[in-house]
Each structure stands twice: as structure tokens, then as C-alpha cells.
């Protein structure tokens, strides 16, 4: 086994989301939009994921509406934001590197409307940097590799930072809550070191996926999300057929496709906790790879516990272990995650400013 570039920015985590979190300008922005009534998170990819993931959260804590969109279903298909008060409504464009075309159209498209826009990226002077109104930006540093990580959890951690600090400043969240909140994500932050290096020690210990040839991950409520970005990490880094999908869902149809060469990786964060226990046990008697990654205070042979922040559904403890799955599998096969399938693609469809 060799060591990809991977490894190194997973190990990073701490440090850049810790750095995050104790950055006052996500307080200052949260304040200024503080009389928006709905809010539109526009991204691709990785980027739809967390925003997919957060979204129950910014709803719940701020009782708003929430949209997650791609940038071509917003600009082509979102009709409810054609009658929507431009002036209360927040336009958020992701992208880590601040040249996705999609969003820089989108954002154009909606400072022409007279939305406001915020932007979150890392990159300074880009696109999405100077169409903004205003920007998070992630502070990540560089991440030189086709599936990210560390670009990832920071993204989820700035929305997360957002919803709270926009909660507080409109009122919806008492101080009690936010003071609960807040420590939540600090304790989970400063613990995802020991997240990873137990994940990193159980796959080789268990020489987790030798011979994948296909894989499943299921989530749910917060971690729905989650399953989407397990799926796209793992289709990056093995280049192999993947699927996403709630436990609910699962049931219908897609079910029948699982064999005994079947990967399932089921996320449970309590949404589903019944139905997720009895689909493990299925799995399980199928002979099927099935591991449960869980917050529950579950134990067991193919349990991976994490610890249990209820605030955040410990989605960034959770997406840890997805991370370093999706580095150690193609490893293990004697891959590079980082290897070149298809990378042209994008420059011949000109997807980047």
C-alpha cells in the first residue's frame, strides 16, 4: 500500500475547522442577513451534499425556508424563486475553488434579480469571491486532489456556523441553545483526530474492502446528505458503480440488487433507528459487507460508534470515517484515489471559469 495525498489533508481537519470556528467574520455575516426570509444554497457536487445536509438544520433553527439546488435546476427550473421578494432572499453559491461555471452563472443571475449573495469558497480573488456580496471563506488551504475532504468538512462547518449564528441574531434559538450548539461543534471538532485514527486502524485491522466491486451507503434526516457525498467519494476514488439512498427508500427497489459481493454502509444517527437496526440484521444474515456507522451507543462486530452531538447529527464525525473509507479502499486494491479516470472531461465541457 502506498500513501496518497489524501491522507494528509483528512489529517489537516482539525486544525482548518478549529481555525473556522473561531473566525468572527461568519458571526458578522450572519448579522447583516438577519431579515431574510428564505434562502436559496445553489452547488454541485460535493458542495450540493453539505448543503443537502445542512439544510434541515437551517430550517428548523431559523424557520425559514430552505432551498438546495443545482446551478442548472436554478437557473432553468426553480420557478418559485421568480415570485419570490428579491430583497429578503439570500442567494448562496458554493465552490471551493471559486470557478464552478454553474454557480457564477447562477450568482450573476441573481444579483441581476436584486438578491443578495453570499458566497463560500477558499479562493480569494476568484469568480464567486468577487461576484459576492459578502464571503465565508473556508481557509483549507490547498487540497491538490480529485475528491475532496477537508473542503468538505469545512463546508459543512460553515454552514453549520451560519445557521447558528443567523438563529441567534434573528431570535429563533434561545442563548441557551446556541451556548449547547456551539460546544457541541467545538467538542466534535477537537475529538476528530481519535475519530480518524480509530476508523484508519479498524479498516486495516479488517482489511476493509479487498475486492470491492460496488457499494451502497444509506443515511438519513442530517446525514442524508452524507450518504450522497459517501456515494461520490467512493465512485472518485474507485472509479466503481455507487448508490445513495435513505433507509426508507431502500425498500423500494433498490433492495433487490444486493448480493453477497454487495457493500452497504448504513448511517445511523437515530432518524431511522428501527429501520436501520432491522436492515443491518438483514444485511448481515444475507452475508452481504454491511458495516453501521452510528451514534447510538450501539456495539457490535461491523459497528463503528462515533460520539453522539445531537446539534449536527455528529455529521462531521460521520463523514470522517466516509472519508477515510473512500482513501483506504482504493489502497487496499493497489489504486491510487488520486489517479487520473476521465480528468479531461471536464476541461473539453469547459465546466470551470
Not at 470556528?21 to 431574510?36: E, F, G, M, N, V
Not at 465552490?95 to 458566497?119: D, F, H, I, P, Y
Not at 433492495?255 to 443491518?280: A, P, Q
Request: charged share 20%.
Amino acid at each position: 500500500m502506498f500513501e496518497s495525498v489524501m491522507w494528509e489533508y483528512i489529517r489537516e481537519e482539525k486544525e482548518v475547522l478549529w481555525n473556522m470556528l473561531k473566525d468572527p467574520s461568519i458571526q458578522t455575516i450572519a448579522q447583516a442577513y438577519r431579515d431574510i426570509e428564505c434562502i436559496y444554497i445553489i452547488g454541485h457536487g460535493s458542495s450540493y451534499n453539505a448543503a443537502t445536509s445542512v439544510r434541515p438544520a437551517l430550517e428548523r433553527d431559523c424557520r425559514i425556508p430552505v432551498y438546495v439546488v443545482t446551478p442548472s435546476a436554478f437557473m432553468h427550473t426553480t420557478h418559485s424563486f421568480d415570485w419570490k421578494e428579491k430583497d429578503t432572499t439570500l442567494v448562496i453559491g458554493i465552490s471551493q475553488t471559486g470557478t464552478s461555471r454553474g454557480v457564477v452563472e447562477s450568482l450573476k443571475m441573481a444579483k441581476a434579480k436584486g438578491c443578495k449573495v453570499l458566497g463560500l469558497t477558499n479562493e480569494k480573488g476568484s469568480p464567486t469571491d468577487t461576484l459576492s456580496d459578502d464571503i465565508i471563506d473556508f481557509h483549507c488551504g490547498i487540497e491538490d486532489s480529485n475528491a475532496k475532504t477537508k473542503g468538505y468538512s469545512c463546508t459543512l462547518l460553515a454552514l453549520l456556523l451560519l445557521d447558528l449564528y443567523l438563529a441567534q441574531a434573528k431570535g429563533t434559538i434561545s442563548e441557551e441553545q446556541f451556548g449547547v450548539y456551539k460546544k457541541d461543534l467545538e467538542q466534535e471538532v477537537m475529538n476528530l483526530d481519535t475519530v480518524i485514527s480509530n476508523i484508519t486502524d479498524w479498516c486495516h485491522k479488517n482489511q476493509y474492502g479487498k475486492g470491492m466491486t460496488h457499494i451502497y451507503v444509506l443515511g438519513d434526516g442530517l446525514n442524508f446528505g452524507t450518504s450522497m457525498e459517501g456515494q461520490l467519494k467512493l465512485m472518485e476514488t474507485m472509479c466503481i458503480p455507487t448508490m445513495f439512498n435513505d433507509t426508507v427508500e431502500f425498500s423500494h427497489g433498490m433492495h433487490r440488487s444486493i448480493t453477497k459481493d454487495s457493500y452497504v454502509i448504513l448511517l445511523n444517527d437515530g432518524t431511522e433507528k428501527e429501520l436501520v437496526d432491522r436492515t443491518f440484521d438483514y444485511l448481515v444474515n444475507l452475508k452481504a459487507h454491511t458495516i453501521m456507522v452510528t451514534n447510538q451507543d450501539e456495539i457490535g462486530e461491523n459497528i463503528l460508534s462515533v460520539p453522539k452531538y445531537t446539534y449536527q447529527s455528529s455529521l462531521l464525525s460521520i463523514v470522517a470515517i466516509i472519508q477515510v473509507i473512500s482513501v483506504f479502499v482504493p489502497e487496499i486494491n493497489g489504486l491510487n484515489p488520486n489517479r487520473n479516470a476521465n480528468n479531461d472531461y471536464t476541461d473539453a465541457v469547459k465546466t470551470r471559469v
